[in-house]
T-cell receptor, first 111, second 113 residues
Framework: DAGVIQSPRHEVTEMGQEVTLRCKPI?????LFWYRQTMMRGLELLIY????????DSGMPEDRFSAKMPNASFSTLKIQPSEPRDSAVYFC?????????FGQGTRLTVV | GENVEQHPSTLSVQEGDSAVIKCTYS??????FPWYKQELGKRPQLIID?????GEKKDQRIAVTLNKTAKHFSLHITETQPEDSAVYFC????????????FGIGTKLQVIP
């Protein structure tokens, strides 16, 4: 298995534009997480899914952020409109037990 | 919700010395405490975890201790090597299932050869 796959690896966009981050979890994993990593706040859980259903989205910072998981092998995190303060590394992770397996992350820069 | 504090934020040690990273948590219902290592530019990876029914766990040069009464847990790395240089994150959670954990801010460990 190739592990958790995220795309793109890097994204540079202008303020106000829509950004979509993509994630393919490890096959067979029933939990999927979206995290945001910044120097100031560390790793923050934004939202997580169980069997494609959102369980806890209390970490989603604003209505500009939305996440979907249409099937067991794909999830998206969308920011619309994007702002410079959204610049961060966004990680997707999946699990079937206690250990979370992280993807390589998407480094988002909003200018 | 859970709040995890981690100290120190940076730590430099000489190769061969020990390193200790400490964390505290706020939710007494938390029962799962993993530690992740993130090398520069890489993804976080689990290195060790402990559950509330034990006070200590070891894996080669790495050990974790847990004091549930004081809500403290620590990571101990002995005989440090340059490849131990990374950012280490503690986390706490599990009260609603092991999957949801809250991470500490991270400790950047530098092992000086």
């Amino acid at each position: 298995d190739a592990g958790v796959i995220q795309s793109p690896r890097h994204e540079v966009t202008e303020m106000g534009q829509e950004v979509t981050l993509r994630c393919k979890p490890i096959s067979g994993h029933d939990y999927l997480f979206w995290y945001r990593q910044t120097m100031m706040r560390g790793l923050e859980l934004l939202i997580y899914f169980n069997n494609n259903v959102p369980i806890d989205d209390s970490g989603m910072p604003e209505d500009r952020f939305s996440a979907k998981m249409p099937n067991a092998s794909f999830s998206t995190l969308k920011i619309q409109p994007s702002e410079p303060r959204d610049s961060a590394v966004y990680f997707c992770a999946s699990s079937t037990g206690p250990e979370a397996f992280f993807g390589q992350g998407t480094r988002l820069t909003v200018v | 919700g859970e709040n995890v504090e981690q100290h120190p934020s940076t730590l430099s040690v000489q190769e061969g010395d020990s390193a200790v990273i400490k964390c505290t948590y706020s939710d007494s219902a938390s029962n799962y405490f993993p530690w992740y290592k993130q090398e520069l530019g890489k993804r976080p990876q689990l290195i060790i975890d402990i559950r509330s029914n034990v006070g200590e766990k070891k894996d080669q040069r790495i050990a974790v201790t847990l004091n549930k009464t004081a809500k403290h847990f620590s990571l101990h790395i002995t005989e440090t090597q340059p490849e131990d240089s990374a950012v280490y994150f503690c986390a706490a959670g599990g009260s609603g299932g092991y999957q949801k954990v809250t991470f500490g801010i991270g400790t950047k460990l530098q092992v000086i050869p």
